[in-house]
């Protein structure tokens, strides 16, 4: 068949989608709307904001946060999807819901909460992709980048931690199918990454390049088998990780989305893959700084094997560099995987309109299940009894890191259990050594970190002052701990093998709050495993 040029140009505008900004400036918007008449682009990825964009983290800029972000997004979809003559595919990284990226969303439980669930409620994972599939269809969105199929099985690893289901290839795999499922049951398309497996580094991938040192058969029996596990469960689409593997690339540290001998002998002929291939972000630092000339990297990214080019920043030279380079087979054959995606999608006849409202119940009720199966008992001492004692004798305190004593844990816990409390909140508002002095009083506490930050950087943003606290508190008291946070943490808390008590609660919710108080007060009640292996000092 022949095609004009001009027809081949309109086909590979299709492997496009730029990043697009939530809280965008109207000339921005503008220029977005230029870009998908122009340039036919297939889709585009949306972002909160520039400020948010996660190369951005060193910069420093600050994140606004928009009340009417959520309202905006579904504005702005309508208006880019008429300024396109084929419908654009709309995406979004939605791993923990609409939260991750718009204010005032349903948000569930990170995938490590997740991880942390029994085999036997894999039902629950299903419901999360299925709820997270319905809130991007309320938005106008068809396509989540997510789940993670990586294995975290390095505790350094500054970027993946909690966003994996954890240190189980078995269980990662049927998690990750699980949730991919959910979202298909109602028409949303998902996404595997990040190929071959971002778990076992330690290097953002944002930021510099993480090097895999594992040979092909090492892969194969670890990081590869959820992605092989996904493959054969028909997922949407895999994407590609900016890491270098030297064993499949002649020892070269090429980043995975710039190597055939990833995408095309690995993922496409060892492994049989024939969907969707998408690039990670092409604005990262381990591959944006690559080339010089605008189009060149995306050139490049597509000529390894991907079908998407996402946050690709040079559009109209990327046209360029592929019109010129690429074998029409190959365009062709992107082309017709996108458009085929597009269809799974339906909104090939036009259908592009949001449909449904967010169920904040429906989601409350979940992240409610899930905590009731996900909490996770690390050592216990039969809490509630040894409290009761200390109670009946004046000897109970309790003490709230980063919240308030308003929190809902201890309003729970105060139904049976009334004692003294404390709180740090941060170090311009709370006095630690007042605290301390004021505990000396009592032999028990109960204790609830609300860890500040998911992210392991500077200690998840824990201050020393209350690391040294908790040292001594554990070294002189009878110490009940929950952690409302990445269970990563555990390991940076002084002296915490001397706790008398300790569970991993995963999440700040009300939901998990409200079920740990109520599980202090039941016998054998927690159903939940860590889903890494961690050692407590």
């Known amino acids: ?31 977005t709307e230029r870009l998908i008449r122009d340039h036919n682009i297939g889709g585009l990825t949306f972002f909160h904001s520039r400020a948010s964009a996660a190369t951005n983290y060193e910069s420093k800029k600050k994140v606004v946060f928009n009340d009417d ?24 990284d939605a791993e923990w819901g609409l939260a991750m990226r718009i204010e005032k969303t349903p948000q569930y439980p990170y995938s490590i909460t997740l991880g942390a669930l029994p085999e036997n409620k894999a039902d629950l994972v299903f419901e999360v992709g299925k709820q997270i599939g319905l809130d991007l269809k309320a938005a106008g969105i068809q396509y989540n980048l997510s789940p993670l199929a990586d294995i975290n099985n390095n505790p350094d690893n500054p970027v993946i931690g909690y966003r994996s289901f954890g240190e ?31 778990g076992n580094t330690n290097v953002d991938s944002h930021l510099g390049l993480p090097v895999l040192k594992e040979t092909l058969e ?11 596990k996904g493959i054969e469960n028909n997922v949407d689409s895999i994407m590609i990780g900016h890491l270098a593997v030297p064993s499949l690339n002649g020892g070269k540290d090429t980043s995975a989305t710039l190597s055939k001998a990833v995408i095309q002998d690995l993922l496409r002929d060892k492994l049989g893959y024939d969907g969707l291939v998408i690039s990670d972000a092409l604005n990262m630092h381990s591959v ?16 390894a094997g991907n079908d998407i080019l996402c946050f690709a920043e040079n559009v109209p030279e990327g046209i360029e560099a592929i019109f010129k380079n690429a074998a029409p087979d190959r365009i062709f054959e992107s082309y017709s995987r996108i458009m085929k995606a597009k269809e799974k999608a339906g909104i090939l006849s036009g259908n592009t309109a949001a449909s449904g409202k967010l169920n904040f119940e429906k989601t409350s009720a979940l992240n409610l299940q899930i905590a009731q199966n996900a909490i996770t008992t690390i050592v216990d001492n039969s809490n509630s009894e040894s409290a009761f004692e200390a109670q009946k004798n004046n000897k109970l305190a309790k003490l709230s890191l980063y919240k308030n004593t308003g929190n809902t844990f201890f309003k729970t816990l105060n139904s049976k259990l009334p004692s003294p409390e404390f709180a740090f909140e941060n170090l311009e508002n709370s006095n630690i050594p007042e605290i301390q002095k004021e505990l000396e009083n009592f032999e028990t506490i109960i204790i609830s970190l609300f860890v500040p930050k998911a992210k392991p950087a500077n200690h998840f943003e824990i201050n020393d002052e209350v690391l040294n606290l908790l040292s001594k508190l554990l070294q002189t008291k009878q ?23 300790l ?17 202090f007060f039941e016998k054998n009640s927690f159903n939940g495993t860590l889903p890494v292996n961690i050692e407590i000092q």
């Open 1 to 31: 068949m022949k095609i004009t040029a001009e027809a081949l140009r309109q086909r590979i505008g299709q492997f496009f989608f730029p990043a697009v900004f939530i809280n965008d400036t109207e000339e921005n918007i503008q220029e």
């Open 69 to 92: 972000s959520y309202e905006k997004i579904k504005a702005l979809i309508i208006r880019y999807q008429k300024a396109a003559s084929t419908p654009l595919l709309i995406s979004i």
């Open 168 to 198: 189980n290839k078995e269980k990662v795999a049927s998690f990750a199918v699980e949730y991919l499922n959910g979202m298909s049951e109602v028409g949303v398309l998902g996404c595997l990454k990040h190929f071959p497996g971002h």
């Open 218 to 228: 090492e892969l194969l029996e670890n990081e590869l088998y959820p992605f092989i």
């Open 288 to 303: 944006s700084k690559l080339y010089e000339t605008k189009g060149q990297l995306e050139w490049e990214a597509f000529n």
């Open 479 to 501: 110490c009940i701990i929950y952690i409302f946070g990445n269970p990563y943490v555990l390991p940076i808390i002084p002296n915490l093998k001397k706790a008398f008590g």
């Open 503 to 519: 569970v991993q609660a995963y999440q700040d919710f009300d939901e998990f709050q409200k079920t740990a108080g109520i599980q």
